[in-house]
């Protein structure tokens, strides 16, 4: 799997498959969320009502992924996950780990080629940026999938600098 770094927004990415940093009840919300539920049109939340209507009740656990269609969005389909809040405390590495490696285990289920992540619960779940890209790389080098392309799509230049460091210390 050849991983690239970028700059943008997530939600033009030309890819088979995007990443939604999903908030467990998979209803849309803020950050990411928000971002391609507004552009993917009205098609996302009514799969993902579905979802919550049958296997997910309860809504989305954090590390799981599960795929629904992309809409109006250039991608063929949304991979949502929830991430782990961070916490000086308690070790959640493993489950942002998860993140990453179930979006491409579902990737893989559907056949796509290329995926592009955002940088998982960096946001308001205020994961510091440089171990979440340090966590997120280490999860796509290490996965088995047979995804030709993972893209790491982040929102601002000062977020790629720390990404492309990250990356070279590695």
Same mark, same amino acid.
């Given at each position: 799997m050849r991983i690239e770094l970028a700059v943008g927004d997530i939600t033009t990415e030309q890819v088979d498959a995007i990443v939604n940093a999903a908030n467990s009840s998979l209803l @849309?919300? /803020?950050?990411?969320?928000? #971002?391609?539920?507004r552009k993917g049109g009205p098609a996302i939340l009514e799969e993902c009502r579905a979802l919550r209507a049958s296997r997910y009740g309860r809504g989305l656990p954090v590390g799981q992924a599960v795929a629904t269609t992309a809409g109006r969005l250039p991608a063929r389909w949304v991979i949502h996950t929830v991430g782990p809040v961070?916490?000086?405390?308690?070790?959640?590495?493993?489950?942002l780990?998860?993140?990453?490696?179930?979006?491409?285990?579902?990737?893989? @289920?559907? /056949?796509?080629?290329?995926? #592009?992540?955002?940088?998982i619960s960096s946001g308001v779940y205020r994961w510091p940026k440089e171990d979440a890209v340090v966590q997120a790389l280490t999860a796509l080098e290490a996965s088995p999938a047979t995804v030709e392309v993972a893209r790491l799509v982040l929102f601002d230049e000062p977020t790629y600098r720390v990404a492309e460091r990250a990356w070279r210390s590695k």
């Open positions: @849309g919300g /803020g950050g990411v969320d928000g #971002a391609i539920h961070f916490s000086a405390d308690v070790d959640r590495a493993p489950l780990h998860s993140c990453y490696t179930a979006c491409l285990t579902v990737a893989d @289920g559907l /056949g796509a080629q290329s995926i #592009a992540f955002p940088l």
